[in-house]
């Protein structure tokens, strides 16, 4: 059942590609530079959405960061993401001009819903982004996206994610399209990188053992942080939180820019810092915070497209060219990082300890 793997979160870390063939499937025309989603969007009604909130909790939210970022560059409109506990509805003086997107794999998680129903009640649009077909979500919202990433057994969502960025990011072009921000060529660019997703998913998947022997390197230190730049902030963020779930250690995730800010007083040899560096997100500055963290005898783990990055980083994982969709890739690295680390630690991976796969409590 667990298809020769040890637990079911490497078995489904390892389905990446093919979840990822499936969110795409049938639904992108490359030369046209669009999309075809089974979603009620039309033109017309995207013209009169001033804003897009998105709403999710935990590695959704994280999703939802990604998306974020990908929506204001590619599809030009105001976007904000919150985590769905916090969440009140403020939509200016039209609500209708309001799209309100409910990320949730489960579909069923109580704050995401909750959020979700304040949001309808006050007139806003909704649409719930999601793995589970007949969800209460998908059923509850005016419509819904179906990322299509089969079932996720492990508690710890992974391909999931990925699904869930392919998923928005392929809303993205839809929205950039028909709002006229994003031009066929622009378009055909980020579709041809999705095409290439799942292959640069599989090369992180092929340096799986090399992983492994880095996590046992770096296994039992004081806690570890997670930096990166834009998409890359989104998931830093993701890798903390997964390690912080399976593995029961510390670990902190934030933007670079941020580590001098304060966190820099906390590092030292013994707080490995796990660092995405991408071409497209300032990795000149980056590298500048790298470089901080290091001078402090930090080792630093990175996941990167900068070559120049080279020679202040104690573990090299390369990251192919993949533009925006880059940060994702290196997420896969980061998730088995997060694996092989709780697994030398013999943790309850599949069933962390105070967890549940779908939290229906607000
Ligand atoms: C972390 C994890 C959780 C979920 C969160 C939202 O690995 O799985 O943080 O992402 O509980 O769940 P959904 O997406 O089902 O709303």
Not at 130 to 141: D, H, I
Not at 318 to 344: C, W
Request: glycine share 8%; net charge negative.
């Amino acid at each position: 059942e667990k298809g020769g793997y040890d637990h079911y979160m490497l078995k489904e870390i390892h389905e990446q590609p093919g979840a990822l063939r499936q969110t795409l499937s049938g639904r992108v025309d490359e030369v046209a530079g669009d999309v075809d989603l089974d979603v009620d969007l039309s033109s017309e009604v995207l013209a009169d959405v001033e804003e897009i909130q998105l709403v999710a909790c935990g590695t959704s939210y994280h999703a939802g960061l990604y998306a974020r970022r990908l929506l204001e560059e590619f599809a030009d409109v105001r976007v904000t993401v919150e985590v769905a506990s916090e969440y009140e509805f403020t939509g200016g003086r039209d609500p209708w001009e309001t799209l309100v997107v409910a990320v949730t794999q489960s579909g069923e998680t109580a704050d995401t819903l909750s959020a979700m129903r304040k949001a309808a009640k006050a007139g806003a649009r909704t649409l719930a982004v999601t793995n589970t077909v007949g969800s209460t979500a998908a059923r509850e919202a005016d419509d819904a996206l179906y990322i299509r990433a089969g079932p996720e057994i492990g508690v710890a969502a992974t391909k999931t994610f990925a699904a869930q960025v392919t998923a928005l990011s392929l809303l993205t072009v839809h929205i950039g399209r028909r709002r006229g921000a994003l031009s066929s060529e622009r378009a055909s660019n980020l579709l041809e990188n999705l095409r290439g997703l799942p292959g640069a998913v599989q090369q992180l998947l092929d340096a799986s053992e090399r992983l492994e022997a880095v996590a046992s390197e770096y296994v039992d230190e004081d806690a570890y942080f997670f930096v990166g730049r834009k998409l890359g902030a989104a998931v830093a963020l993701e890798g903390a939180l997964k390690l912080k779930e399976i593995a029961y250690v510390h670990a902190e995730g934030f933007p670079s820019g941020e580590l001098k800010h304060g966190t820099l007083a906390l590092v030292t040899e013994d707080t490995p810092v796990l660092t995405v560096l991408t071409e497209g997100a300032r990795p000149k500055e980056t590298l500048n915070n790298v470089k901080e963290v290091e001078s402090r005898g930090a080792p630093v783990i990175g996941f990167s497209s900068y070559d120049a990055a080279a020679n202040y980083l104690d573990v090299e994982i390369p990251i192919p060219d993949l533009g925006a969709l880059e940060p994702l890739v290196a997420n896969v690295g980061l998730q088995l990082f997060a694996y092989h680390v709780a697994n030398e630690l013999g943790r309850a991976i599949d069933k962390p300890r105070n967890l549940a796969k779908s939290v229906t409590v607000e």
